[in-house]
């Protein structure tokens, strides 16, 4: 296999999303059931010289997940493809935004052999937006779902897409190649869309995840969004409505974290009881699988999930 430079262009990095807040916000303490202990153990720092080895990237450190110390010490990754460098800038997300480099053609492969290597049973595929690409991305997302599959055929597949900036043909592509769960997330109610998700359209995303079901209505799918942007509860249930209107499966909640001063401010911190509400009711609503709580992440515990989320599936079709 080709040996490929090992580090993104740093001079095509931009940190922070300066276009949506040129103003520093300050950084709100988080109460105690936000907090997570460091990531030390050996499992851990395993799994990180696995990424480091083959040269991967991970929305784990990319977007500072506060819950990359547990999951990295049970070896679940979620892989970020297409490279480290966003075409957008959203105020919410963490992961460098400039001018993205030229696609690695053995990025798939290398994510594959990571995977066999980890011995997952479930893996979680992201990426970073390409709006310069014709197709945003979608064969790039095929590759790597095939050399997964290549290489570890007995592990399910679960991809977290961009929404493709509206590249004819690419949803269909993408979801043909039958992952076996599609996660697109919503982010944010639709109010919040300009400040939050600029680069992004709310019905945009919801067309996708509605036009994955009709393409194939044995994919799962999967869309979350974040709390703590200063959304109100009727806003939340009306997107959770239009989540179920779309087909969605699976409904993820989590806490809003800003992750620098450059990036939103969170509006206030969530309860725990609040989540349990928002979890209670959307599954009234008809999700098969919901997870609500201020830790909440698209990929939290996404090898577990997907073992509930077919269960729930076998009861309903019973």
């Keep these: 296999m080709k040996q490929l430079k090992t580090d993104t262009n740093k ?42 080895n083959l040269h991967l990237a991970t929305v784990c450190e990319e977007a500072a997940c506060p819950n990359i110390g547990e999951c990295w010490d049970r070896r679940h990754a979620t892989f970020m ?51 310069d690409l014709p197709d945003g991305g979608a064969e790039h997302f095929i590759k790597t779902i095939e050399e997964i599959r290549k290489k570890s055929p007995n592990t399910t597949i679960e991809i977290l897409t961009p929404d493709f900036k509206g590249k004819k043909g690419a949803i269909e592509l993408v979801a043909n190649a039958k992952p076996d769960v599609f996660n697109h997330n919503l982010e944010t109610v639709p109010r919040l869309y300009p400040t939050i998700c600029a680069g992004s359209r709310y019905f945009t995303s919801l067309s996708l995840l509605q036009e994955v079901k009709n393409i194939n209505s044995n994919i799962f799918t999967k869309s979350g969004i974040m709390v703590g942007l200063g959304e109100s509860k009727e806003e939340v249930l009306q997107v959770m409505d ?75 079709n019973a």
């Design 11 to 52: 001079k095509n990095k931009i940190r922070h999303p300066e276009k949506q807040h040129k103003a520093d916000s300050a950084i709100k303490k988080k109460p105690a059931w936000i907090r997570v202990k460091a990531p030390v153990s050996k499992t851990y720092h395993e799994t990180r010289k696995t990424m480091r």
């Design 81 to 131: 493809i297409l490279g480290e460098i966003c075409t957008r800038a959203c105020a919410f997300c963490n992961v460098a935004t400039g001018k993205p480099d030229d696609l690695d053609p053995y990025e798939p492969l290398r994510t594959a052999i990571a995977v066999e290597k980890m011995g997952l049973k479930h893996v979680v595929i992201t990426s970073v937006d390409r709006d």
């Design 242 to 316: 239009d989540m179920r209107a779309a087909g969605v499966d699976f409904l993820t909640i989590g806490q809003y974290l800003q992750p620098t001063p450059k990036h939103a401010p969170v509006d206030r911190f969530v309860s725990p009881e609040e989540f349990k509400s928002y979890e209670k009711i959307a599954r009234a609503k008809g999700f098969l699988m919901v997870s609500a709580t201020p830790l909440t992440r698209s990929s939290y515990h996404a090898d577990a999930d997907f073992k509930k989320l077919q269960e729930a599936r076998k009861k309903q």
